[in-house]
Nanobody, 128 residues
Framework: QLQLVESGGGLVQPGGSLRLSCAAS????????IGWFRQAPGKEREGVSC????????NYADSVKGRFTISRDSAKNTVYLLMNSLKPEDTAVYYC?????????????????????WGQGTQVTVSS
């Protein structure tokens, strides 16, 4: 199965930016929708963003709309999450995950049980 590895997390001041990467090891991501989730201590893992296999469709949680941008680069077999205007409440472990979506599907998976492969996560801490 797909092995996903997140990177790019770290400590950033409020208002700053980070770009997270989700790379596949030994597999292509071209056939899968890729989602980003995050989990803070004591909270449920929540969906942040998702992108279709082609990159033509994206969605975002209301809490990050206008600040985060998801994209993918098939040549690099990588999906990115650019996070701008970061807030302390964005502090969490961020995970990427892959989902199988039927050909021609117009919707994007939003529930964590729709994803079958997960990375180990990368810590994002937003603090002054």
């Amino acid at each position: 199965q797909l092995q996903l590895v997140e990177s790019g997390g770290g400590l950033v001041q409020p208002g700053g930016s980070l770009r997270l990467s989700c790379a596949a090891s030994g597999f292509t991501l071209d056939y899968y929708a890729i989602g980003w989730f995050r989990q803070a201590p004591g909270k449920e893992r929540e969906g942040v963003s998702c992108i279709s296999s082609s990159g033509s469709r994206t969605n975002y949680a209301d809490s990050v709309k206008g600040r985060f941008t998801i994209s993918r680069d098939s040549a690099k077999n990588t999906v990115y999450l650019l996070m701008n205007s970061l807030k302390p409440e964005d502090t969490a472990v961020y995970y990427c995950a892959a989902a199988r979506v039927p050909v021609g599907t117009t919707w994007l998976p939003a529930r964590r049980d729709q994803y079958f492969t997960w990375g180990q996560g990368t810590q994002v801490t937003v603090s002054s």
